[in-house]
């Protein structure tokens, strides 16, 4: 099992740039890809941008330019920097694993961004 908790979230002026932070516990080995996800008011989860064991970063077009994904793995913390906020921006973001062995997922519970204009 692994265990995710983020954190950093809170109510945020457009044009800011909070950190959020996701620490890893448990079964950690197993983990690969790493992952923010989020889903505003009445609308599905989307990814925000994914991170593979080996860095490699991928991102949302509506995020791109604007946020970073990065991991350090040496503190089992996944991080996701969002600058230049927007309200459009506002979400529950979820940290999402990925463990190969047995292709089990794990998500965490969320963190709340609120942006206001």
């Known amino acids: 099992q692994v265990q995710l908790v983020e954190s950093g979230g809170g109510l945020v002026q457009a044009g800011g740039s909070p950190r959020l932070s996701c620490a890893a516990s448990?079964?950690?080995?197993?983990?690969?890809?790493m992952a923010w996800y989020r889903q505003a008011p009445g609308r599905e989860r989307e990814l925000v941008a994914d991170?593979?064991?080996?860095?490699?970063?991928n991102y949302a077009e509506s995020v791109k330019g604007r946020f970073t994904i990065s991991r350090d793995n040496a503190k089992n913390t996944l991080y996701l920097q969002m600058n230049s906020l927007k309200p459009e921006d506002t979400a529950v973001y979820y940290c999402?694993?990925?463990?190969?062995?047995?292709?089990?997922?794990?998500w965490g519970k969320g963190t709340l961004v609120a942006v206001s204009s």
């Open positions: 999402f694993a990925h463990c190969p062995e047995g292709g089990r997922d794990y």
């Open positions: 991170i593979s064991s080996g860095g490699h970063t």
């Open positions: 448990g079964d950690i080995i197993c983990i690969s890809d």
